[in-house]
């Protein structure tokens, strides 16, 4: 028996309700592109075409796993970041949309500036880090304290054809010299955060979202020690949670402004010593 893809996506959506709410109808087709092989933006064309049954199988499986509370990201392995793509999984936290600003903002500097060197602290999947280096072309050295998640954000540099100089440290531990710019989104989340975490949220790394008690332990550290690794004029861009931005400024005795994301929540903190 077959079906069409677009009868896949009706009843793939159906299903994906309970857990995904508004966003069951994008996912069902997110999920019925990647099994079918199409281009999710193409997959309408694709309607009259018949999904085969070992197709109808694998959604099926996929599905399932969904409705466990496994993100889609990782369930694909494949996410979209400043429209680049990037592999994903339990190495490192997902890309989130808001974290674009951060990346955003330090490409228009290095642009409008003539800024030539970022450190990327807290890389991750290197979402930002490997962002910078293909749009702005700027030379990126970029750390993390898990070896896991950089053996992930060395993977998406290769994937994205760009060279990074990768290093496994704690914060500024294993860090020599000076940057223009230095972007970082540490984990920020409290602990009552922590014992709220949307079941999707809890299948990613604690390490990469808890920021101890009041979620600021890891700005407190930066604070203190990022001034000798800046250049003359280099600017500090933290990722911050949507209620820290009064708090995370006040950790550091220099001038600062705060940039919303697209939902209108305060999300990157530019330091400007
Ligand atoms: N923005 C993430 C979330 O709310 C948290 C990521 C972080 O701690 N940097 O899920």
Known sequence: MTISVSEMVRLAKIRLEPVAGEEAAQQAKLIVAAVIGAEPAALMVHTWAQVTEEQISMIGDILDQRLSGEPLQYILGEWSFMGLPFYVD????IPRQDTE??????IKLIDEHNKKTCLDLCTGSGCVAVSISKIAKAHVTASDISSEALSLAQ?????NEVDISF?????FEQIDGKFDIITCNPP??????MQNLQKEVSFE?????????DGLDIYRRIANEYKPYLNPEGILLLEIGSTQAESVASLFDAKSSVL?????NPRVLV???
């Open 205 to 213: 790394p604690e390490i990469a979202l808890f920021g101890g008690e």
């Open 260 to 264: 919303s994301d697209l939902g209108g």
């Open 155 to 159: 993977e998406n540099a290769e994937l």
């Open 271 to 273: 330091i400007e010593p």
């Open 90 to 93: 339990e190495r490192a936290l």
């Open 101 to 106: 600003l951060l990346a955003e903002t330090a």
């Open 167 to 171: 290093i496994e440290s704690d914060l």
């Open 188 to 193: 920020y989340l409290t602990k009552e955060d």
